[in-house]
């Protein structure tokens, strides 16, 4: 049982639109969820996250939504760059296991 | 801060031989490091987990005998891949970490066993 889903395999926005990446969860355990943006034969980077006590996040462009009783949360990137184009990977993970538990990722295309 | 490195960045190798892939923490003492399976278009499927002077924990369906983890020291793990098969062609990542929250990823290794 997958337990960190991302839904959408691909998502193509215009530059200096908005892109939203979603994802989902079922262990109501996860206390605390990550962003990570990946290029092509390089490790994730980090890119911005939220516990659980919060809702909202927000780093520049880059805003994490948290809603807990959906166990959903989104990535929004606004105004989107051609060079945030990238497979991202939500995360979650629970302080006790202090592991994380990745998606499937999202490859985002931003088209100039 | 905060850089990790791996190595060797790709390799091949022939079948039934073993590889061993290295993974540093260049600027910061890592206390735990994890091993992750990337294959193509999919997640990152965790491999196992290691503290510093302790035996790796291996997730479920993930053969310890054959993927040997060795955590010697707080900057240095190594993943090495026994009797290396084809279908354990994969991407290689590491990451390390010195606070719960916090997991610095390397740049991975390709293996490829022909």
């Known amino acids: 049982d997958q337990q960190v889903k991302q839904n959408s395999p691909s998502l193509s926005v215009q530059e200096g639109r908005i892109s939203i990446l979603n994802c989902d969860y079922t262990?109501?355990?996860?206390?605390?969820f990550l962003w990570y943006k990946k290029y092509p034969a390089e490790g994730p980077t980090f890119l911005i996250s939220?516990?659980?006590?919060?809702d909202k996040n927000e780093d520049g462009r880059f805003t994490v939504f948290l809603n807990k009783s959906a166990k959903h949360l989104s990535l929004h990137i606004v105004p989107s760059q051609p060079g945030d184009s990238a497979v991202y990977f939500c995360?979650?993970?629970?302080?006790?296991?202090?592991?994380?538990?990745f998606g499937d990722g999202t490859t985002l295309t931003v088209k100039p | 801060g905060a850089v990790v490195s791996q190595h060797p960045s790709w390799v091949i190798c022939k079948s039934g031989t073993s590889v061993k892939i290295e993974c540093r923490s260049l600027?910061?003492?890592?206390?735990?490091m994890f091993w992750y399976r990337q294959f193509p278009k999919q997640s990152l499927m965790l491999m196992a987990t290691?503290?510093?002077?302790?035996?790796?924990?291996?997730e479920q369906g993930v053969e310890k005998d054959k993927f040997l983890i060795n955590h010697a020291s707080l900057t240095l793990s190594t993943l090495t891949v026994t009797s290396a098969h084809p279908e354990d062609s994969s991407f290689y990542i590491c990451?390390?970490?010195?606070?719960?929250?916090?997991?610095?990823f390397g740049p991975g290794t390709r293996l490829t066993v022909t």
């Open positions: 939220i516990s659980s006590i919060k």
């Open positions: 290691s503290n510093e002077g302790s035996k790796a924990t291996y």
């Open positions: 262990n109501s355990m996860f206390d605390y």
């Open positions: 600027d910061f003492q890592a206390t735990t």
């Open positions: 995360a979650a993970m629970s302080t006790n296991a202090g592991k994380s538990t």
């Open positions: 990451s390390a970490s010195d606070k719960v929250y916090e997991q610095y």
